[in-house]
């Protein structure tokens, strides 16, 4: 009897075993992780790795048409793309890794021995467009004014209500393409006002609205206003710590130029800071068009984060020497810390601190060419 319970004991363990070694092996396979590879005028511009929600950090081989493999590769950045039809994580693999056309074959490694495969597909991106509209436009300059601006969900910092000023500042500054932090949508403290859509049509300019988190019943997030057509956007989340942090990013087109414009509202914890970055600084090697990023990084100028910023796109206010210029400024704290950041294929002509206390933080502006 002894021996038969013991029999019965060790078969339901191993069958246990067995079983759940299956449903890890089923949960990550239907986790339908998929990978997109871009391809661009015959080149490979960058490839998604498309995973559930629950994983933050992937273990891959590339292997390329003969079956042997080629790259060994740990990613741990990547954003969350705000999307009904998509809400999963987004890794990405770019054309800063070397030979990343030889990858035709990619396996997931899942802890331990679990190798799963990961179907590849290849999506041809159209440049013809982009090639003649800029080609039409050889030798012409665009001159753009843009702004970076925390209005503090419409408050001053005396806690008046005062949208209605930071719309008059924005039009004050000229300004042609505005990205915004701090907005409310539906929000009790700010009358339940769609704030982008006041402001947008106040200013007779297009917006678009990246949202981050739900906020008294309406929400909270990242905006653009811009005085050319937006062709396309899409809101990205980073990883966060308490408060879901976003990158709003849009397509803009310039009188027949397109630009890739992004704002984003970093976190408080430096840690959480150089995971954003390193998330958005990935995120901006997979863009086609040159790049402008503007938004509150809520750091200071030497700080790591806006260090590694500064190794890919030139920040303006240090390349005109106003470094120590304070864009948050209160007697118990003062410091830089809003940015406009650019392609270094793009002309710097001015940047300036517009001393406005419509808001907590100063509205900055930068104003550009595009040739």
Request: glycine share 6%; aromatic share 8%; no cysteine.
């Amino acid at each position: 009897m002894v021996k038969n319970r013991n029999v019965f004991i060790i078969f339901t363990l191993a069958l246990f075993f067995l079983l759940g070694f299956t449903l890890q092996i089923n949960t990550s396979a239907t986790g339908e992780i998929k990978a997109v590879k871009y391809i661009q005028s015959g080149m490979v511009s960058h490839i998604e790795i498309i995973t559930d929600r629950n994983m933050e950090k992937i273990i891959l081989e590339g292997f390329d048409s003969e079956g042997e493999m080629t790259h060994f590769l740990k990613l741990e950045d990547y954003v969350t793309k705000n999307n009904p039809e998509l809400n999963r994580n987004i890794f990405y693999i770019t054309n800063k890794v070397q030979a990343i056309e030889k990858i035709q074959e990619l396996i997931l490694i899942n802890g331990g021995n679990i190798r799963l495969p990961i179907e590849i597909q290849e999506i041809e991106v159209d440049s013809n467009l982009q090639t003649m509209e800029y080609t039409m436009d050889k030798g012409s300059v665009n001159t753009l004014k843009i702004m970076s601006y925390n209005v503090h969900h419409g408050r001053n910092l005396y806690g008046r209500y005062s949208l209605d000023e930071i719309a008059e500042v924005i039009r004050t500054s000229d300004a042609d393409i505005i990205g915004l932090q701090e907005l409310d949508n539906g929000v009790v403290r700010s009358r339940f006002q769609d704030q982008i859509k006041y402001l947008s049509e106040k200013l007779s300019m297009e917006y678009v609205y990246g949202y981050n988190f739900n906020l008294l019943g309406g929400m909270y997030g990242n905006g653009i206003l811009s005085k050319y057509p937006i062709e396309s956007y899409e809101n990205l989340y980073l990883p966060s710590g308490r408060e879901q942090r976003g990158l709003l990013s849009a397509v803009i087109n310039v009188e027949g130029k397109q630009l890739n414009f992004l704002v984003t509202h970093l976190g408080l914890n430096q840690q959480e800071r150089k995971g954003q970055v390193n998330t958005i600084s990935k995120y901006l090697e997979t863009l086609p068009h040159q790049k402008i990023l503007v938004g509150d990084l809520n750091a200071r100028p030497n700080s790591e984060e806006v260090q590694l910023l500064s190794k890919e796109l030139l920040d303006t206010a240090h390349a005109v020497g106003k470094d120590a210029e304070p864009t948050f400024d209160l007697p118990v704290l003062s410091g830089r810390i809003d940015y406009i950041f650019l392609d270094h294929k793009i002309q710097l002509k001015d940047y300036n601190v517009i001393k406005s206390r419509a808001s907590d933080h100063y509205p900055i502006t930068a104003t550009i060419e595009l040739e």
